[in-house]
T-cell receptor
Framework: AQSVTQPDIHITVSEGASLELRCNYSYGATPYLFWYVQSPGQGLQLLLKYFSGDTLVQGIKGFEAEFKRSQSSFNLRKPSVHWSDAAEYFCAVGRIDSGGSNYKLTFGKGTLLTVNP | KAGVTQTPRYLIKTRGQQVTLSCSPISGHRSVSWYQQTPGQGLQFLFEYFSETQRNKGNFPGRFSGRQFSNSRSEMNVSTLELGDSALYLC???????????FGPGTRLLVL
């Protein structure tokens, strides 16, 4: 089945440490790829997106993500985490469905990030 | 530009009642999508409207319905509420179906 996988349910890092959140997808063609962040009780904020072109994408708040076609991955990275980055992070894949007419955004289950002082 | 707004932000209902949630998209956006978020199932797609027409629908029962008005504002309705309908309902708007979706703050629905 077509899916989006975020293997890590919960990650804890120390403030100032580097961060990498993993995302893998299982679709035949290269879909549109997104990372969103959600703070408690809030909606989703777009961090960055990949449609085509340069496989290293820069986003807001110092985040970046790299698309690797061979690994069907779109991992999110940040060189130095701040306490305010504590939140839940969602990878999402946008693609046309198998019928060929409807576009749909499918989300991973999310990774909860805890930042220790 | 103002972001996506959703009203109400919080709602408490009892089983069997119905509820209507509202979403105002970013100005100029014509596509509105709705999602249900629960701890167990995560984010699940409900439906998408574009220019007052439902373009796509997720795997939810017919109790879940929606509509879009000529100004692109959208409403979703849930009839005969069940305990399992307790969730955060998120609305997202985009210029068109395949464009980037921007989310509102959500409506937290609690069914007692």
């Amino acid at each position: 089945a077509q899916s989006v996988t975020q293997p890590d349910i919960h990650i804890t890092v120390s403030e100032g440490a580097s961060l990498e959140l993993r995302c893998n997808y299982s679709y035949g063609a290269t879909p549109y790829l997104f990372w969103y962040v959600q703070s408690p009780g809030q909606g989703l904020q777009l961090l960055l997106k990949y449609f085509s072109g340069d496989t290293l994408v820069q986003g807001i708040k110092g985040f970046e993500a790299e698309f690797k076609r061979s690994q069907s991955s779109f991992n999110l990275r940040k060189p130095s985490v701040h306490w305010s980055d504590a939140a839940e992070y969602f990878c999402a894949v946008g693609r046309i469905d198998s019928g060929g007419s409807n576009y749909k955004l499918t989300f991973g289950k999310g990774t909860l990030l805890t930042v220790n002082p | 530009k103002a972001g996506v707004t959703q009203t109400p932000r919080y709602l408490i209902k009892t089983r069997g009642q119905q509820v209507t949630l509202s979403c105002s998209p970013i100005s100029g956006h014509r596509s509105v999508s709705w999602y249900q978020q629960t701890p167990g199932q995560g984010l699940q797609f409900l439906f998408e409207y574009f220019s007052e027409t439902q373009r796509n629908k997720g795997n939810f029962p017919g109790r879940f319905s929606g509509r879009q008005f000529s100004n692109s504002r959208s409403e979703m309705n849930v009839s005969t509420l069940e305990l399992g309908d307790s969730a955060l309902y998120l609305c997202a708007s985009s210029l068109a179906s395949e464009e980037t979706q921007y989310f509102g703050p959500g409506t937290r629905l609690l069914v007692l």
